[in-house]
């Protein structure tokens, strides 16, 4: 895959409706893509867009499960997730698969009440719910198992899942049974990456084994790590030291042992939320801001207000929408 042109420009924009009309808060999804349709959830539903012009192809009335953002930020929309060539929706009403060529619904299990972003894993769904974790059959939506896990967005890696906040619990993605334990929560999110779990602890990063979650090594800087973005050769992650703005830290990974720092940014206030070819990809109070991976220089800025969602990374392309509900596809001429 590789980054967006250095200067990309605006293809296309399309607004969609981000209100049912009974809110005052405005809350989407990140958007994702898949079979030349770009899908976001608002609180009007799930829309999905022409990758080609942004045009409506179809749009489902809806309620999108609303979580809790890290940290008490107010609220988040769970997002959706595709499979194959269906799109699965956590709502407040069950979870809902959908055919993403027209938006028509393929099943409901409404006996699953969506509390976060599902994931993927063999021919199943694994669902953070009200109660836990529910893992549903692809085919049809029918549960297969339930673990009563603090769960919001579940990290799945071969045949293991990563849950927790507290702590940090891995499960078998087959059965739901606990495969370990530890005591080191997470602030948002597990990072799973050539069976090692990335952990971003508060003020540690934590690399773990997926086997046995033995601690492999530890950075400690006392200060806020955000979960980290990891690539094959690289590791990246903000800094909040508190008295500052937020830095990103861009670390080489070793095949065995610490990861080495490389290079150090001032991103004023914000978090790496995607990396690709030579390019890392920030959300800053400014909007989106790409980084070289070489050496950590800024080399354009998409401005945004506050509330970006992280965008979708295409070959050559990136697919954004900001809080109004204006999506957005920035790429090269």
Not at 95 to 123: F, K, M, Y
Not at 158 to 173: M, N, Q, S
Not at 270 to 283: E, I, R, S, Y
Request: charged content about 20%.
């Amino acid at each position: 895959m590789e980054s967006p042109s250095p200067t990309p420009s605006v293809q296309w924009r399309s607004t969609i409706s981000v209100s049912s009309g009974d809110e005052t808060e405005r809350l989407t999804s990140g958007p994702i893509v898949a079979e030349e349709t770009v899908m976001v959830a608002t609180r009007a539903g799930l829309f999905g867009l022409s990758l080609r012009d942004g045009t409506e192809r179809w749009r489902r009335d809806l309620v999108p499960a609303a979580v809790e953002s890290a940290h008490g930020y107010g609220q988040n929309l769970a997002s959706p997730i595709v499979t194959d060539e269906t799109v699965i929706c956590p709502t407040a009403d069950g979870v809902i698969a959908l055919d993403i060529a027209d938006g028509s619904t393929l099943w409901r299990a409404d006996n699953v009440t969506g509390a976060g972003t599902p994931a993927r894993t063999g021919e199943g769904v694994i669902c953070p719910t009200t109660d836990g974790l529910t893992m549903v059959d692809t085919r049809d939506g029918s549960p297969r198992w339930t673990a009563s896990v603090d769960a919001r967005d579940p990290a799945v890696a071969d045949d293991t899942i990563l849950v927790g906040e507290d702590r940090t619990v891995a499960l078998d993605a087959e059965t739901g049974q606990r495969r370990w334990t530890v005591p080191t929560g997470t602030n948002e999110h597990a990072v799973v990456a050539d069976r090692t779990v990335y952990l971003s602890t508060g003020n540690d990063l934590v690399g773990r084994a997926l086997s046995d979650g033995s601690e492999q090594w530890r950075i400690d800087r006392g200060r806020f790590l955000a979960p980290p973005v990891v690539t094959p050769e690289s590791i990246y992650a903000v800094e909040s030291p508190g008295e500052a703005g937020d830095a990103t830290f861009a670390f080489d990974r070793a095949a065995d042992g610490k990861p080495t720092p490389r290079w150090c940014s001032q991103v004023g206030s914000g978090a790496v939320t995607a990396a690709a070819g030579d390019g890392l990809f920030t959300l800053q109070s400014a909007g989106l801001v790409a980084f070289t991976s070489d050496f950590g220089d800024a080399t354009w800025r998409y401005p945004l207000q506050d509330g970006l969602q992280p965008p979708a990374v295409l070959d050559d392309a990136l697919v954004t929408v900001s809080p109004e509900g204006v999506v957005a596809a920035l790429g090269g001429d």
